[in-house]
């Protein structure tokens, strides 16, 4: 998936992609039919596609390592590079449902890890629809983090039901996230803000983080400053709206 090839739009002097060439719009309809390959269950994704630094061969049925972050919605990739450093040992993925910006991103990893050999190897992006097919891509309980950062507001109510966040799609996040997981939220939009924080806060299966373990958190500032949605509202003095939930077992 993330094979090396020639490509014109790849910058000579810095080795990375030109963002310009893969502009596209801002969101995409989550509810329109888009055709893409799916796995058929978390155990036909094909890791070495992914990750070829840890996985040679496309054979892992014997290997316990498997994905444990999930940018949903990874936008241009720098959340996932960011990290990337952080936890070098950790396998994350991206995942984009425009298909411009997947290619960006797959280019950006790529230049990335001939750029510093040895480095960026954990993370890679793949073209989904996060509404519809997390459980084809996780088992239950194998993800520890899930972020949802600067996500389509949706502004008009009849459009609320495209919100990534949900009373229902944090069902299916649950069962991704094992015990103890994390979900991580931020928007520049107060009422969605709002909204993500209600859902949360109502579902049983989570409960929201205290100050103090927010601030032990080193992923936590990342969330306004990684990605260029972010950096954007920094430069522009915005605000931002942030709800951090950790996924716990609901009370009997």
């Known amino acids: 998936m993330l094979e090396t090839k020639?490509?014109?739009?790849?910058?000579?002097?810095?080795?990375?992609?030109?963002?310009?060439?893969?502009?596209?719009?801002?969101h995409s309809n989550p509810l329109s039919d888009s055709h893409f390959p799916v796995p058929i269950s978390p155990s036909h994704v094909d890791y070495s596609l992914h990750y070829p630094h840890f996985f040679p061969s496309s054979d892992q049925s014997d290997s316990s390592k498997k994905i444990q972050f999930a940018d949903i919605g990874c936008g241009f990739g720098g959340l996932l590079i960011s990290l990337s450093t952080l936890f070098p040992e950790t396998l994350m993925i991206g995942m984009e449902l425009r298909d411009k910006v997947t290619e960006y991103v797959k280019e950006r990893i790529l230049a990335l890890r001939v750029a510093n050999p040895g480095q960026n190897q954990n993370i890679s992006v793949t073209r989904t629809n996060s509404m519809k097919y997390i459980p084809n891509y996780f088992e239950k309980g194998q993800?520890?983090?899930?972020?949802?950062?600067?996500?389509?507001?949706?502004?008009k109510e009849k459009n609320h039901r495209r919100r990534v966040i949900s009373t229902h799609l944090l069902d299916e996040y649950a069962y991704a996230l094992g015990v103890g997981g994390i979900i991580y939220t931020i928007t520049d939009v107060e009422e969605l803000g709002e909204w993500m924080k209600a859902c949360l806060e109502?579902?049983?299966?989570?409960?929201?983080?205290?100050?103090?373990?927010?601030?032990?958190?080193?992923?936590?500032?990342?969330?306004?400053?990684?990605?260029?949605?972010?950096q954007k509202v920094a430069r522009n003095g915005g605000q931002t709206f942030r709800a951090v939930y950790r996924r716990v077992t609901p009370p009997l």
């Open 6 to 26: 020639a490509n014109p739009n790849i910058s000579k002097s810095t080795g990375l992609p030109r963002k310009r060439f893969y502009r596209a719009r801002a």
């Open 143 to 155: 993800l520890s983090k899930m972020f949802f950062l600067f996500p389509d507001p949706h502004f």
């Open 202 to 230: 109502s579902h049983p299966m989570f409960e929201a983080l205290t100050e103090k373990e927010l601030e032990a958190d080193p992923v936590v500032e990342l969330l306004s400053s990684a990605t260029e949605e972010g």
